[in-house]
């Protein structure tokens, strides 16, 4: 671990506040729950000028139901949603993403914005500054190579996020706010295929709410592989959402996690319109095969990855497709 540099922190008593002082200097960062910023700062992997705590505002730790949908402040802590019942009634997949979210205390204090926003990973840059010194550091900070593929022209670190898959396939939203106002877009804008940029946050911009629709017809889960059955990162994870009409899988989306710099959604128009079967989960794998860019990231080789996600793929939409019989 390395010794913090200096910062200076800001408490603002309002968004605008918040938005005002993130917008004063390109090196100033939001800062919640910081289970995902601290131990960056600890390895000298970021650098802020200032961290502006947001954790306090009461505007973004709202829960509130309105019109068939589901809004959820930013600021909220993981804890709280997991035992949110109506959560737990209308979105129990959700509900099984955030459990398996690290350990219970970092739960009690992860915030979901945070989650969403979370830092890429990669073997070669998630380590001590001394290592990756020795290394020559890397594209994604202060080197000029990327070592995971280094005739690339960007940087290829992983995004190992639970919870923004299945956001993603219940069709989820987000609300930005900042200095040009607020806009809404869904969560999969959010995200840019760029590891050392992979957000498509503004200066001056944070994530305030998230809205989820409810449709009682579609039925979703999510499923994970990791090192240890806590704590860890997903080396790999797939979200599915299915809507089934009689024997016709009406509509199917598929996200992935751990493979690349974003959750990654996989097209799964061409299943539509025909029943669920072995061809069917086979014609799934394929796309998921071309989808995804497994590389070595992490400490498991890309092999295993790709061909876990497939099963897990298949797996998980068998299942959802039997529930929803």
């Not at 035992?83 to 205390?105: D, K, Q, W």
């Amino acid at each position: 671990m390395s010794l913090l540099n200096e910062f200076r922190f800001i408490r603002p008593e309002t968004t605008a506040q918040a938005v005002t002082a993130l917008a004063g200097s390109t090196d100033t960062r939001v800062l919640c729950g910081g289970t995902d910023l601290l131990p960056n700062l600890r390895r000298g992997l970021v650098s802020p000028g200032a961290l502006v705590d947001v954790s306090r505002l009461e505007s973004l730790q709202q829960i509130s139901w309105e019109d068939g949908r589901l809004t959820l402040g930013a600021a909220i802590t993981l804890e709280e949603l997991a035992n949110e019942p109506r959560l737990n009634r209308h979105f129990p997949a959700l509900v099984r993403a955030i459990l398996s979210v690290a350990g219970p205390s970092h739960r009690a204090a992860a915030s979901l914005g945070g989650n969403l926003c979370q830092d890429t990973r990669c073997i070669f840059y998630n380590q001590s500054d001394w290592w990756r010194r020795s290394n020559d550091y890397c594209l994604k900070f202060r080197g000029e190579l990327c070592h995971v593929m280094p005739k690339g022209d960007r940087c290829y670190a992983t995004y190992h996020g639970d919870i923004a898959p299945v956001l993603m396939a219940l069709g989820a939203e987000i609300d930005i706010i900042g200095p040009g106002g607020s806009r809404r877009l869904p969560l999969d804008g959010l995200y840019q295929e760029n590891g050392s940029h992979h957000l498509t946050l503004e200066p001056g911009e944070l994530v305030s709410t998230i809205i989820l629709p409810r449709d009682v017809q579609w039925h979703s889960g999510y499923e994970k592989v990791r090192v240890r059955d806590a704590i860890d990162f997903p080396l790999a994870g797939v979200a599915a959402a299915l809507r089934r009409e009689g024997d016709t899988l009406a509509q199917l989306r598929l996200v992935v996690t751990g493979t690349n710099s974003i959750p990654i959604r996989v097209d799964m128009s061409q299943l539509e319109g025909g029943p669920w079967s072995d061809e069917a989960a086979e014609e799934m794998a394929k796309a998921i095969r071309k989808a995804v860019n497994v590389l070595k990231t992490t400490v498991t080789g890309p092999k295993y990855r790709r061909r876990v996600v497939m099963a897990m793929a298949k797996r998980l939409v068998s299942q959802l497709w039997q529930q929803a019989a």
